[in-house]
């Protein structure tokens, strides 16, 4: 028989369209597909019994209840708890996905000094020494805490040992959501104590630059409430809130203040103020001038915002009572100045926003044990720090939100003498800075107190419990801190002594949500009954103040030079710095997301925000309007460096029409490792802002 090529042809296509309907390639996809999922080296879901568990989240100041599905005691799910008395069932996309972060690439596990590994031991003996020596030296350089997340038990334990430090300080970041009530309570006469916004009954929001409707206060507070207020939003950037605002005010970086003396300009000038609470102001009058040197015409040209715009904001804000104006900053951004939460603080005061339901509250401090309160040390906002005067510096930036630069730390360091010890979950941030770097555990790893947010109208309670254990080697910060610095105790101790504390106000109610029951706290029987509470999910929330006389108040505020430092505040925040026009004709602005920045790390499924869908811009990722970019000869999608009197950093560059002319927003965090963050370049305006600098921009 003869075989020819074209019969090998045929017999070749004949056995491949019979193979092809055989269970052969089929069977063979699905025995790789099986194969490739069962690698030794792939993680395998946990079996077990299943089961839910409640906690709270503290990846951000809100403390949102968590519901915790588990597996065999593992949280394989979170979500939120709807019967949370603020909370109502939302958690943010940080917080479900919070399960994740123990297991994060950039995690660390052990302790290093100089980025090499060393014993937790000797870390600890290496530190101490140092401090002994400080002390046998008579170095007047300040040993000092700077606490990301204050407030907590852990914050009072080092307060109170710093105390009995002759140089101790105990030291926190710039204020920033609750700087508008911190401002506030500097107007107020007497001891203010803690303020807090009642959202449940405002009608309007005058917002500048605050993320309202993007995590900022506890959102789920926020948007149960959002269809009963209106929302003003004054800001540069076209943010998410701007885009879901009512009206969004677009005003040029740096003149917040000038448009919030305007606003009160028309306020004072319409007699659109409350009469009742500018009697209770002594320098009214005064106050009264310094708004008169800034009208809507002279305002429109500082800020970029036409003069009938800045009338008919003020009319509507006066028209829509009660109504609160709000500042505090931009996580990413930094906040804004001190002179800038002045006026804000102003305008809640004309608007008769004080001691008022739907405006500014006063509310209880959660206690603490009396052994902490009693000599604890004052705060210092790190900005108030001398330069150069820190030999050691311990940075707790376990529950690191907001980012802070390191230049701003860097300043306060003693030069070539100091120490920094950062104690941290991941090498991120600081990391990169500290001598040594202390592992801490991670959310959902150790117990935890949640206070109450920096802006909420009554004081609350709750615990984070650990589901997760922590990895061999990680330590609590504070109990570490307590190792060097010769003070002994266990952090979970004293915040049971914190759950006392709170027991014996007898006020207020207890909310437990495994059985969804609501009692007053004075009906829970004991002390001890209440802590088991707390650490099955219980939360408690204490009552409302009420019934207080409005106090006196200074519009200007208390130290004399209030008008002064207004009137240089609005006269333009760049036109003040150093950083000539001509050399740097355009404005950096920072942004960030918050819990996405500072010393912190992103479950790797926010890929997928970041990367794949690119809903939030990534680190260092620069928008400019089209015509800004052709103007600097740069392309869309191009790298490109932005350069300020303070250095230079790389970037992506994107074009966005939304973006005003002029002005280049970059964001920051999450970044690639070793990768400069734009906020390393900005000027730091007063030390505590670091919201606009001048800049320019080029292509590589």
């Known amino acids: 028989m003869k075989v020819g090529r074209r019969d090998l042809f045929k017999f070749a296509a004949g056995s491949v369209a019979g193979l092809a309907i055989t269970p052969v390639p089929w069977k063979l996809l699905e025995d790789t597909a099986l194969w490739s999922q069962n690698w030794s080296w792939i993680p395998r879901p946990p079996r077990g019994e299943i089961g839910t568990k409640f906690t709270a989240c503290t990846l951000c100041p809100a403390g949102c209840a968590v519901r915790a599905r588990c597996v065999g005691g593992q949280p394989v799910a979170l979500a939120g708890v709807a019967e949370h008395p603020a909370t109502r069932g939302v958690l943010c996309a940080l ?126 507070r926020v948007l149960r409430r959002r269809e009963r207020f209106q929302i003003v939003q004054v800001e540069t950037r076209y943010s998410r809130t701007a885009a879901l605002a009512d009206q969004w005010v677009p005003i040029r970086p740096g003149t917040e203040a000038a448009f919030a003396l305007a606003l009160a300009h028309v306020l004072i000038e319409e007699r659109l103020y409350d009469e009742a609470a500018a009697r209770r102001a002594g320098d009214f009058a005064a106050y009264r001038k310094v708004a008169g040197e800034f009208p809507p015409e002279r305002v429109a040209g500082l800020s970029g915002v036409a003069a009938e715009q800045v009338i008919q904001t003020a009319r509507l804000v006066a028209g829509r009572r009660p109504a609160i104006a709000v500042g505090g900053g931009d996580p990413g951004g930094g906040p804004l100045g001190r002179e800038e939460e002045m006026a804000i603080g102003g305008l809640n005061l004309l608007l008769g926003g004080l001691e008022r339901d739907g405006g500014i509250v006063r509310r209880r401090a959660v206690p603490a044990p009396k052994e902490l309160e009693a000599g604890a040390a004052p705060v210092t906002e790190i900005q108030d720090l001398p330069n150069g005067s820190v030999g050691l510096l311990f940075i707790d930036a376990s529950a690191a939100v907001d980012a802070l630069p390191w230049r701003l730390v860097e300043q306060k360091l003693a030069s070539g003498k100091a120490l920094v010890v950062s104690l941290a979950a991941y090498r991120a941030g600081y990391a990169g800075h500290a001598d040594y770097l202390i592992p801490a555990p991670m959310y959902l790893e150790s117990l935890q107190d949640v206070p109450a947010p920096a802006d909420a109208a009554e004081a609350s309670f709750s615990l984070s419990t650990a589901l997760v254990a922590p990895p061999q080697g990680v330590v609590e910060p504070v109990e570490f801190v307590g190792r060097v610095t010769g003070n002994a105790g266990t952090l979970s101790d004293w915040i049971k002594r914190r759950a006392a504390a709170v027991y014996r106000t007898g006020r207020g109610t207890v909310t437990t949500y495994t059985t969804g029951k609501v009692e007053p706290l004075a009906e829970v029987g004991s002390a001890e009954k209440f802590w088991n509470a707390l650490t099955e999910g219980a939360c408690w929330q204490d009552e409302r103040v009420g019934g207080r006389a409005a106090p006196g108040v200074a519009l200007l505020g208390r130290h004399g030079d209030g008008a002064a430092r207004l009137r240089r505040a609005a006269a333009g925040r760049l036109d003040a710095g150093e950083a000539p026009a001509g050399q740097y004709p355009l404005v950096l602005a920072p942004f960030g997301w918050r819990g996405a920045t500072g010393n912190t790390a992103l479950s790797p499924v926010m890929s997928k925000v970041y990367q794949e869908s690119g809903l939030r811009r990534a680190g260092n990722q620069a928008a400019v309007h089209p015509a800004t970019g052709a103007a600097c000869g740069l392309t869309d999608g191009c790298r490109g460096v932005i350069e300020t009197q303070c250095g230079s950093c790389g970037v992506a560059v994107f074009f966005d029409p939304a973006v005003m002319p002029g002005v280049i927003q970059v964001a920051v965090g999450p970044e690639p490792p070793r990768t400069r963050s734009v906020l390393e370049v900005c000027d730091l305006e007063g030390g505590c802002s670091w919201r606009a600098a001048r800049a320019r921009i080029w292509k590589v």
């Open 95 to 220: 917080g479900l996905a919070g399960h994740h972060l123990p297991y994060h690439p950039l995690r660390v596990r052990q302790a290093l000094r100089g980025g090499r590994p060393v014993g937790l031991d000797t870390a600890a003996a290496e530190i101490a020494a140092a401090l002994v020596e400080m002390r046998r030296s008579g170095s007047k350089n300040l040993v000092a805490v700077l606490d990301e997340r204050p407030g907590r038990t852990a914050s009072w334990l080092y307060r109170r040992w710093l105390a009995d430090m002759p140089q101790g300080r105990y030291v926190t970041p710039p204020e920033r959501e609750g700087a508008t009530l911190a401002a506030l309570a500097e107007l107020i006469e007497g001891d203010a104590g803690p303020l807090g916004l009642d959202l449940e009954r405002v009608r309007t929001i005058l917002s500048f630059g605050a993320p309202v409707l993007d995590g900022w206060s506890t959102p789920g």
